[in-house]
């Protein structure tokens, strides 16, 4: 076994959800505050330095003269220097409520953030980092509980269910996928029908044509422009607009951004059940996906694929099974292309990958799906869903997670139900 095999090996004995979404808060925690984040790595004394300047400007200078004053203290940071560097560790358990109820008190006073699509600040949702790192959809829905039947209660609780953000949904699709446990008098199928229904709903309601809500929140054509633009080209666009009667210019910045529906080729009435696809299809439109859409859209599609695959999964012999089915298509394009790591038994020589080797083996995978949706891929081929495994990875990357981790839970629920195949007495060979 080579070291890249028993560095895996060690890994996945102890990994589990919990632990992905504790890396994943920590470190998304990390990055809202320091400009030189590196992923994986406590940066404690950086990450404290930063606390002390942001507390000097916010808090009153008659506090600040105080003996004994502790600036991360009063930004409400109640976790020490040291224990920090400990939660990077190896193997660390889920921190106690306090300390994350801590993360998110510096939250609610030192992180800010604006939607792609405008420049309003604001503060993250309260209990952001306790719902990421101990909280989400199947916490939600397996809560204690002294009713009598249950459930009712399941389906109540997960239409009562929103995320506090892409990457809780996110975790919330990953953990339900690797989940095989029955609950009191519920059957694990029914549990992930009802959790997996949520999440495409959620998502639905995003990402649908016409109305889906995530349109308005990202940037504009024109803000894109913006941005990227010089000082003169600044001044170019801005008289363009002048001409106009009224001036568009404020209403074109905030104006959202659409895909090209005719290019993805889906129709306004696409089901719930059919989200994942909507998603795949969406790789079309390579115009499109550039900057805060293509990291947006990458994460949920990969979420998407996930909880669909769950879905199906309750149902995998005759989803999954033997059949070649249209779901199955899409299904394992979803997974080839963003849940599953780029081969490793043969290590690469120095300084190379084997990333473009993955993708030249799944270009088949994914032209089977391709060509089940009615979109027009002749402008783009792979070069979109190419696109949202690099923007996926990064994402998760950037959470101090790797591909790798992301596909062995995802798997997990495979290992345990898994599908078998008996031969009935009186059947031949």
Sequence with gaps: MNQRSRERADRERALTVGELRFRAGINHFKRSLLHDHIPGRAQARELFDVLERITKQLAPKALLAQRGFIPAAWLGMRVSPRSWQAWFAQEVETPKAGAQRSL?????RAIRWSLP???????????????????????TLLAKTGAGEFTPLLHARAAAYKPLSAWHLHFDALE???????????SWAEIVRVAATRILE????????????????????????????????????????????????????????????????????????????LLFSMGADTEFLEGDRLSAWALDLATSGLAAHALAWTDRYRVLGHQITEERLFLGAIDALLLTSAPTAVEPPPGESTEPQHLDDIELVLASAMSHCAGDWHHSGVTGLHKAREAYMKEMAGLGISLADVEYLSRAAQRAEQLEYRRLPGQGV
């Excluded at 913006?226 to 910045?253: G, H, K, N, T």
């Design 202 to 277: 959620l998502l639905h309601e995003l990402w649908r044509p016409g109305d889906g809500r995530i349109y308005r929140q990202l940037s504009s054509d024109t803000r894109r422009q913006w941005s990227a633009a010089s000082e003169a080209e600044r001044m170019a666009i801005r008289e363009r607009f002048s001409r106009l009667v009224p001036d568009q210019f404020d209403a074109s910045m905030n104006a959202g951004a659409s895909p090209s529906w005719e290019r993805v080729g889906v129709g306004l009435d696409i089901p719930v059940a059919h989200v994942h696809r």
């Design 117 to 139: 699509n405008g420049n309003v600040e604001q503060a993250l949702p309260p209990g952001f980092y306790r719902d990421l790192i101990d909280g989400g959809l199947l916490r």
């Design 104 to 108: 998110d008190e510096v939250a609610r």
């Design 176 to 186: 339900l996928r690797a989940f095989s446990s029955d609950h009191l008098d519920v």
